[in-house]
């Protein structure tokens, strides 16, 4: 008798150190700087140094002249390729979309816009020869304010977009009733919050590389990108009107994203038709920081009016929003969708609240464009509803948790619908996770502790500040996303192939691909269990739009729940195909076949048996195949989700503030998250841990300042302050883990809830240590001044 | 980074670097080239050459007691840092070397670079002036010896000349042993001091017999806070005493440096909250 073979270890749950990261952290990563080609020229572009202005003439001669040029153009150069797409707007409303060109003809919109392209042989002569390019311009006036902008009077930028609203949306109940309910309301509270422009700040900043071949007609292209089919559909379709097949993108390893490497981009176009235009020499362009900082993508810029209608008990009774969005320059490639669907939809938060209305205007402004960042549109929603649990709190005299209890959608509601027109939220136990913060931070000793100092006098106040958030990620079913709904302008769905080689070993094509986040690690794990192959025979690709059949990328924390589940139907095929041939090569009929930890064996019998290793030898020799079945272990999915997934969570911030200077110790930080069932903790952890990070950076140093004739005036990282390791707190985490029924997985997503969920918990915990010395709201960032401020203008 | 065209050069003396710098009047000094390569970087300054003092042999080595210290320009951060006889005697340069930018800045920056190219936001340059520091300036014609007193003029301006270098930075026995603290607010971003404030306190008994306070980061250039100073001297030191002087911290400071972070007004109140708290650290 043949012993059973051992159990292999379970991959999903472990928390394995991610396996691209000796790669990525020893040098050996290729990031698209380190791409090198035969005859590869640089392109360097020339650019605006006014907010808004009129381009009287631009004079290349001296330019032209100067060593290792190879050609100087303009935007009248261009004028073969359309603008770029403008694929998400928003669904039922009128947009006013103004995309970029290559390079701006006529008139410039924003600092940093670019007007004319140098080619040379290497980056300086590109550079020297850009600086040589006299431009002279027509400064018109400015306006950088979204708010403002629409107002009377105000500078127009363009003609397609009358008062510059790109569009105007709204959600939730009839304003009327929202009215009646907010004059019926016990208390009633108006307010005003800012939630300020950000700079995503990937550590890798953007660029091209470009490469035409005059044989063929076809395009390659190298890009900092988080959806390469996505881009290659686009250019080909919308830019340049040639077949898809035309072009070629690639994706090579990629040193974050945080959403602005979703977008299409004029350097993605200038470089394929320069290099049509050089002959089929490679173009380059690779972005430095302060021009990252200028015309690479932001994210956030909201100006919010709210009027809360609330009850004795603390109770949410009515909520009316009004949000001015500045969406910049020119319309990105999906940012109607973030202040919309993505935000609007997202204002419930956990909470039943019975009438809820928001109304959005998005404008143009002289301005970076603005599209997703990191959480695009929750964190924006999450920062107002969760400032309202607080302002409630603090109107009624009931506690901050006590509010958030007494409005929470309870277990038994599921699947909820909110009415604001978000899917159904698909599963959740909010109490559960704030019950289990409370306890952990030790919540009613904070309070006391609070207390004490208020009545001593200290000069150290505490202050706790609390988030309950919930958000959509694993976007989307397409039917509700796309046109006939949100808007967006294609699917959501994902593609997976998985093939099992004569060798045994698995090679699964992903249309997922990480920027960061351990795709590579955490499919493996996935695809291991699932057919009880070995971890390192698991090999995951990505990244290439010739290899994968389509994907449409990286953003939504959507990798898992949509790409893992391509994935897990892909090997839930392979394993159907292979349960059939082992029944053959084992002469029993199929249902008498069980498959257990890569083996395959008959119900009974422990002598007869096959590994998965043996079947897909045998598929892939196809020397005995059973009737009309064809050789390779070889599936492919196209999976589109049934709905999107809702991850939650609490988190406490406990922060003591200096009343002497303002300044702010962050004591403590403790979040609960559930993002489902966990494939790899460690990865998890980290994703948290990042997206903290970066919320709790808006909240305490994050803030793109314009001035008010469009100057970006925090244009490098000496001034634009993201945070350093020193400055952050100790974070405390813990989970509890509600599966999905959305997918077969149980996952949620676990990309932006760190993002989403922090900003509030420190707004919350800075306005809680000082809100009975001020009035009204402290703008974020929370510095020092600003604290200080508000506390000495009483 | 793609700078404008330049030259590179390496000296292996102090009066080989003196010749490049008479030789090229386009040329620049670097040493840590923190403050210098940014600037390249960006394009908004551009020198025709770069005369790289920061291996030459003259400018290392510290030697410290408790009669005085004498510090080679090209120190870095790092070295200042790691130094005991200097940490033993004037501890205060240690503990603001810790808070100057961050472990590359520490390991590249030198001393001599700081106070010769004077940013507003230094901070060693209020250290130096708290400590009654001079420097030995030598070019064509020779050295010589300028008190710290007298080195800064203006916004990244000195009273050296164009060809001369700093080699050495000599800090008095008099200042050795003094009570000693430096305060400093931060910029988030940049690790920059958006107010700073060292002081430098003899004492006899209780009685301050001599007080030294230099401010960075809030005024044009560093400067001292004589008023404060003045209000110290001759007095017991108690927290009456310091808070009062602490108040007139920023008498003759001139006008204050302002920015999207932080309003003169603001820094202003800085200044007088870190005196109070350099001063009560030192002292109490």
């Not at chain 1, 192939?497 to 990480?514: D, E, F, M």
């Not at chain 1, 003591?656 to 990865?683: C, F, K, Q």
């Not at chain 1, 005036?713 to 813990?734: F, H, N, R, V």
């Not at chain 2, 042999?57 to 790092?78: F, H, N, Q, V």
């Amino acid at each position: 008798m043949v012993a059973a073979p051992e159990a292999p270890e379970r991959m999903v749950g472990k928390a394995l150190k991610r396996r691209e990261d000796p790669r990525l952290i020893t040098g050996g990563a290729q990031f698209l700087d380190d791409v090198k080609l035969p005859g590869m020229t640089h392109a360097a572009f020339v650019r605006s140094p006014h907010a808004h202005a009129r381009i009287a003439s631009i004079d290349a001669s001296a330019a032209s002249s100067m060593p290792g040029v190879l050609g100087v153009f303009a935007g009248d150069d261009f004028m073969d390729l359309n603008p770029l797409p403008a694929a998400w707007q928003a669904g039922g409303v009128t947009n006013h979309p103004v995309t970029p060109r290559v390079l701006a003809v006529g008139e410039v919109h924003q600092v940093g816009d670019p007007v004319a392209v140098v080619v040379a042989e290497d980056a300086y002569q590109a550079r020297d020869a850009a600086q040589a390019v006299i431009v002279t311009w027509d400064p018109l006036p400015a306006v950088v304010d979204a708010k403002k902008a629409t107002e009377a009077g105000a500078p127009q930028l363009h003609e397609e977009a009358p008062n510059n609203i790109v569009l105007e949306w709204s959600c939730g109940k009839e304003a009327d009733r929202v009215d009646a309910a907010l004059a019926a309301a016990d208390v009633r509270i108006s307010h005003h919050l800012i939630n300020q422009r950000l700079i995503p700040t990937p550590m890798e900043p953007r660029g091209s590389i470009a490469r035409f071949d005059p044989a063929t007609g076809d395009y390659t292209l190298w890009a900092t990108s988080q959806a390469p089919h996505v881009h290659r559909l686009l250019l080909a379709a919308f830019v340049f009107g040639i077949p898809e097949q035309k072009i070629r993108v690639i994706a090579p390893d990629m040193g974050g994203g945080f959403g602005a490497k979703i977008f299409v981009y004029y350097d993605m176009a200038a470089t394929m038709a320069l290099s049509k235009k050089l002959g089929g020499r490679p173009v380059k362009f690779w972005e430095d920081r302060s021009e990252n900082y200028m015309t690479t993508t932001h994210g956030r810029d909201h100006i919010t009016d709210l009027e809360i209608g609330a009850g004795k008990d603390g109770s949410i009774t009515a909520l009316k929003v009004k949000t001015w969005a500045n969406l910049g320059a020119y319309f990105s490639t999906i940012a109607a969708g973030i202040p919309t669907t993505l935000y609007g939809r997202m204002v419930a938060g956990c909470y039943k609240i019975p009438n809820i209305r928001v109304d959005v205007v998005a404008a143009y402004t002289n301005t970076a464009m603005v599209d997703a960042y990191r959480g695009a549109g929750r964190p924006e929603a999450a920062y107002v509803i969760e400032r309202v649990c607080d302002l409630v709190a603090q109107a009624t005299g009931v506690d901050p948790a006590e509010v958030r209890r007494r409005n929470f959608i309870q277990p038994e509601d599921f699947p909820y619908d909110t009415g604001v027109g978000m899917l159904p939220y698909d599963s959740g136990n909010y109490e559960l996770t704030l019950d289990k913060a409370l306890e952990q931070v030790g919540y009613t000793g904070l309070r006391q502790e609070q207390k004490r100092r208020r009545g001593a006098g200290e000069r150290k106040l505490l202050g706790i500040g609390l988030s309950s958030y919930v958000e959509v990620c694993g976007v989307a079913p397409s039917k509700w996303i796309g046109l006939p709904g949100e808007g967006w302008g294609a699917g959501l769905w994902e593609s997976a192939n998985v093939k099992v080689h004569l060798t045994g070993k698995v090679v699964v094509t992903t249309g997922s691909l990480p920027h960061g986040q351990g795709h590579e690690t955490s499919f493996a794990q996935l695809v291991s269990d699932r057919l009880g192959i070995p971890y390192d025979d698991i090999e995951i690709e990505h990244s290439d739009t010739q290899a994968a059949p389509f994907g449409f990328g990286s953003y939504g924390s959507r990798s898992l729940s949509v790409g893992g589940t391509a994935i897990y139907k892909s090997v839930d095929k392979v394993v159907t195909k292979a349960m059939k041939l082992a029944a053959h090569m084992l002469e029993a009929a199929e249902d008498d076949i069980t498959f257990e930890n890569g083996v395959f064996s008959v119900k009974g019998s422990s002598e007869s048996s096959k590994t998965i290793q043996e079947v897909a030898l045998a598929a892939h020799v196809g020397y005995d195949l059973p009737e009309g079945m064809e050789p390779f272990l070889d599936e492919t999915t196209y999976y589109d989700p049934p709905n999107c997934t809702f991850p939650f969570g609490t988190h406490v911030c406990v922060v003591e503030v200096d009343t002497e200077t303002g300044g702010i110790d962050m004591l403590r930080y403790l979040a609960v998250d559930d993002v489902g069932n966990v494939v790899n903790p460690l990865i998890v952890d980290g994703q948290i841990h990042g997206g903290i990070a970066q919320g709790l950076a808006q909240a305490m140093f994050e803030g793109a300042v314009y001035d008010d004739d469009g100057q970006l005036l925090t244009g490098t990282l000496s001034d634009y302050a993201i945070p350093k390791a020193s400055q952050l707190p100790w974070y405390e985490l813990d989970r509890t883990v509600t599966p999905t029924s959305v997918n077969p997985m149980g996952v949620k997503g676990a990309g932006e809830a760190g993002t989403i969920a922090s900003t509030p918990a420190v707004a919350n915990a800075v306005n809680d240590a000082v809100g009975h010395l001020i009035s009204g709201e402290i703008a974020m960032p929370f510095t020092p001044e600003r604290v200080w401020r508000a506390i000495n203008a009483h | 980074m793609y700078p404008e065209q330049f030259e590179y050069q390496r000296p292996s003396s102090v009066s080989e670097a003196i010749g490049l710098l008479t030789a090229n009047p386009d040329a620049k000094i670097i040493a840590g080239g923190h403050s210098l390569l940014p600037a390249m970087k960006m394009r908004l300054a551009a020198p025709a050459a770069l005369v790289d003092i920061a291996r030459i042999p003259e400018l290392k080595g510290i030697s410290a007691s408790g009669d005085g210290a004498t510090i080679g320009a090209g120190a870095t951060y790092r070295e200042l840092m790691d130094d005991a006889a200097l940490a033993a005697a004037y501890p205060v340069v240690a503990e603001t070397c810790d808070k100057v930018g961050d472990p590359a800045v520490r390991s590249r920056g030198t001393l001599g670079g700081s106070l010769a190219h004077v940013d507003p936001a230094a901070d060693l340059t209020a250290v130096m002036l708290a400590l009654g520091a001079s420097v030995t300036a030598t070019g064509p014609n020779g050295a010589r010896t300028i008190g710290i007193d007298d080195l800064f003029v203006g916004l990244l301006t000195t009273t050296l000349e164009p060809d001369e270098i700093i080699t050495s930075i000599s800090l008095p026995a008099s200042s050795a042993g003094t009570k000693q603290a430096y305060e400093k607010h931060s910029h988030p971003a940049s690790g920059y001091a958006v107010a700073g404030v060292a002081v430098a306190l003899q004492v006899d008994g209780t009685t301050c017999t001599s007080a030294r306070i230099g401010v960075t980061g809030a005024p044009e250039y560093a400067m001292r806070a004589t008023a404060a100073e003045d209000a110290l001297v001759g007095k017991e030191l108690t927290a009456e005493t310091i808070a009062a002087a602490a108040e007139k911290a920023t008498e003759g400071l001139g006008e204050l440096n302002g920015d999207v972070y932080a309003s003169a007004e603001y820094r202003a109140h800085l200044v007088k909250v870190l005196t109070r708290r350099a001063l009560t650290r030192a002292a109490l």
